[in-house]
C-alpha cells in the first residue's frame, strides 16, 4: 500500500472487499502514524465502523500471529477495551471500531495533531488503572503466545547489545555512549522483577474520551520485561505532577516501583534513538536510516 492517500483509500477498499468488508468510499481516512502497519478508518455500507490494518512490509506478519494470540488472553483482565481481530490476513487485519479517539495523530502534512491532555486528571489516573491491570497479569498466562520473556538481567543485556549493535551501524555521540553507559552500569536505576508490558503506551495506541483512556492499541511490541517501558513517554511529555499522579494511582492499585523510578524512565527515554535505528537497519530504508542517524547524533 505505497503511493498517495487518494491511492491508499482506493487499495484499502480493494482489500476489505476482497475480505467480505463493503466500505463507504466517503468514509475511510487514513493514519500514517504505525512504523508497521498503515491503519485507515470507515464505516461499511450497512452503517458498522471497522478499523483495518495494512502491513508495510511481509517481515510485520509474523509478530502480528503473536499480537494476535496475546490479545485474546489480556483482554478479559482488562477494563479498557483492547482490539478484537475478525479479519487476520496475509494483507489485512480488521476489528470492529474501538470506543474512543487515537491521543494523537499525524495530519496530511505530517504534523502532530493532539485530541488529549497527557497531563490532566482523567489521562494521568486512567493511564495509572490500565498499567497496574496489564502488570498484574500472571506472566505464565502470555509466555505461550509468543512474546519475548526476559528477566531484569536479559532485559539489561538487550540494552547493552542493542545499543552495541547500533554503534556498528552508526556514529554515535559521544555524549549519548558516556550516559548510555553510566545508566547500564549503575544498579539503582534498574528493576528487580519483570512484568507483562505492553512496550509503546503513548497517546497514539490509547484511544480516548473526555481525556480518559477507553481502549489501547497496537500490542506487537509487548513483551515481559521492565515496566518502565510502559511509563516512558509519559514520563517525559506529561508534567511532573500528572506523571506522579500516574505512578501513585498505578501503586494504590498494587502497581510496584523503585527509588529510582522516574530516573530510569528518564534515561530510557534518552536511548529511545537505539530501537529507531535497528529499525532503520532491519528495514533497510534509507529515509528511516538517515533519521535515524541524525536522532544518533545529533548536531550541537
Known amino acids: 500500500?505505497?503511493?498517495?492517500?487518494?491511492?491508499?483509500?482506493?487499495?484499502?477498499?480493494?482489500?476489505?472487499?476482497?475480505?467480505?468488508?463493503?466500505?463507504?468510499?466517503?468514509?475511510?481516512?487514513?493514519?500514517e502514524m504505525g512504523l508497521d502497519f498503515r491503519v485507515v478508518i470507515a464505516r461499511t455500507v450497512t452503517g458498522d465502523w471497522w478499523t483495518l490494518r495494512f502491513p508495510r512490509r511481509p517481515d510485520v506478519l509474523g509478530r502480528a500471529d503473536v499480537e494476535n494470540r496475546l490479545l485474546r488472553r489480556v483482554a478479559p483482565?482488562?477494563?479498557?477495551?483492547?482490539?478484537?481481530?475478525?479479519?487476520?490476513?496475509?494483507?489485512?487485519?480488521?476489528?470492529?471500531?474501538?470506543?474512543?479517539?487515537?491521543?494523537l495523530t499525524l495530519t496530511e502534512q505530517g504534523e502532530p495533531r493532539w485530541h488529549t491532555d497527557v497531563s490532566s486528571d482523567a489521562y494521568?489516573?486512567?493511564?495509572?488503572?490500565?498499567?497496574?491491570?496489564?502488570?498484574?497479569?500472571?506472566?505464565?498466562?502470555?509466555?505461550?503466545?509468543?512474546?519475548?520473556?526476559?528477566?531484569?538481567?536479559?532485559?539489561?543485556?538487550?540494552?547493552?547489545e542493542d545499543i552495541d549493535r547500533v554503534a556498528a551501524e552508526f556514529e554515535v555521540a559521544e555524549h549519548?555512549?558516556?550516559?548510555?553507559?553510566?545508566?547500564?552500569?549503575?544498579?539503582?536505576?534498574?528493576?528487580?522483577?519483570?512484568?507483562?508490558?505492553?512496550?509503546?503506551?503513548?497517546?497514539?495506541?490509547?484511544?480516548?474520551?473526555?481525556?480518559?483512556?477507553?481502549?489501547?492499541?497496537?500490542?506487537?511490541?509487548?513483551?515481559?520485561?521492565?515496566?518502565?517501558?510502559?511509563?516512558?513517554?509519559?514520563?517525559?511529555?506529561a508534567s511532573p505532577n500528572a506523571f506522579a499522579q500516574t505512578v501513585t494511582r498505578y501503586g494504590a492499585a498494587g502497581g510496584r516501583v523503585w527509588p529510582r523510578f522516574a530516573d530510569h524512565c528518564t534515561e530510557m527515554f534518552s536511548a529511545n534513538a537505539v530501537g529507531y535505528g535497528l529499525y532503520a537497519v532491519e528495514t533497510g530504508d534509507p529515509a528511516h536510516r538517515e533519521a535515524a542517524a541524525a536522532q544518533l547524533n545529533p548536531v550541537p
Open 1 to 31: 500500500m505505497d503511493g498517495s492517500l487518494n491511492d491508499l483509500s482506493h487499495t484499502a477498499h480493494r482489500i476489505a472487499s476482497d475480505h467480505g468488508l463493503d466500505l463507504d468510499p466517503t468514509t475511510i481516512t487514513v493514519n
Open 77 to 103: 483482565h482488562l477494563s479498557v477495551s483492547v482490539p478484537d481481530w475478525r479479519i487476520h490476513s496475509p494483507d489485512l487485519i480488521a476489528y470492529p471500531l474501538l470506543p474512543g479517539e487515537p491521543g
Open 124 to 160: 494521568s489516573e486512567t493511564l495509572g488503572d490500565f498499567l497496574s491491570e496489564l502488570h498484574g497479569i500472571d506472566p505464565a498466562e502470555v509466555t505461550g503466545t509468543g512474546i519475548e520473556v526476559r528477566t531484569p538481567a536479559q532485559e539489561r543485556e538487550k540494552w547493552r
Open 176 to 237: 549519548l555512549t558516556r550516559r548510555w553507559d553510566a545508566w547500564l552500569q549503575e544498579d539503582s536505576y534498574w528493576p528487580q522483577w519483570s512484568v507483562l508490558t505492553h512496550g509503546e503506551i503513548y497517546p497514539a495506541h490509547t484511544l480516548v474520551v473526555d481525556d480518559a483512556i477507553t481502549a489501547v492499541l497496537d500490542w506487537t511490541t509487548a513483551a515481559v520485561g521492565d515496566p518502565a517501558r510502559d511509563f516512558v513517554f509519559h514520563r517525559v511529555s
